[in-house]
């Protein structure tokens, strides 16, 4: 009830190209769905977030695509750039509940130059 | 630049000793998170603390483990008596308002238990 399951584990992408990770959660009951980008040796930070109401958000060049009712939600990484390597969380919370995140396993995205 | 701060950022602690592992959550921020992650794989929750208060500890090993965030000063998480398996990223993360789900993570801090 409470796993976020991510794909794919790691990702490979030409500078340039479309990055998309995927993320489905079981509990319905989540109502805040953040992606965190962490680079080697430091803290996740914080990328960008949707919360159930809206089925897109975009900043930049990253977007979030929201399925409710398939219980999915995804990344894409516009225009990838050799920068943009890192490894990528998707999580979960009920906000209205604490807020604990429960975390994705994790994607490490490569962009080749 | 007012982040999460921890510290230390490195721990090397032998098997049996004491780990206490600090962390200054983002000002005004009142809600801290402990999570640790392990190599290769994800983050996991510990615990969610408030000034003086442990609101969820769910995550926390039965034994060995604790967190306070006292009215002043820092969160502290204690490992009594760590072992090899102790060996993690550990992070801390703070929110502004209970019921928000906007959580920023400091550094971490990276114990090995020898």
């Known amino acids: 009830q409470q796993q976020v399951k991510q794909s794919p584990q790691s990702l490979i992408v030409q500078k340039g190209g479309i990055s998309i990770i995927n993320c489905a959660y079981e509990?319905?009951?989540?109502?805040?769905f953040p992606w965190y980008q962490q680079f080697p040796g430091k803290g996740p930070a914080l990328l960008i977030a949707i919360r159930p109401d809206v089925s897109e958000k975009k900043e930049g060049r990253f977007t979030i695509s929201f399925n409710k009712s398939a219980k999915q939600f995804s990344l894409h990484i516009m225009d990838s750039q050799p920068g943009d390597s890192a490894t990528y969380f998707c999580a979960a919370s009920k906000e209205t509940s604490g807020s604990r995140l429960t975390f994705g396993e994790g994607t490490q995205l490569t962009v080749n130059p | 630049n007012a982040g999460v701060m921890q510290n230390p950022r490195h721990l090397v602690r032998r098997r049996g000793q004491e780990a206490r592992l600090r962390c200054s959550p983002m000002k005004g921020h009142s809600h801290v998170y402990w999570y640790r992650q392990l190599p290769e794989e994800g983050l996991k929750f510990m615990v969610y603390?408030?000034?003086?208060?442990?609101?969820?500890e769910s995550g926390m090993p039965k034994e060995r483990f604790s967190a306070e965030f006292p009215k002043e000063g820092p969160s502290i998480l204690r490992i009594q008596q760590v072992v090899r398996g102790d060996s993690a990223a550990y992070f801390c993360?703070?929110?502004?308002?209970?019921?928000?789900?906007?959580?920023?993570f400091g550094p971490g801090t990276r114990l090995t238990v020898t």
């Open positions: 993360a703070s929110s502004p308002n209970s019921g928000s789900g906007e959580q920023y």
């Open positions: 603390l408030q000034k003086e208060n442990i609101i969820d």
């Open positions: 509990n319905t009951a989540f109502d805040y």
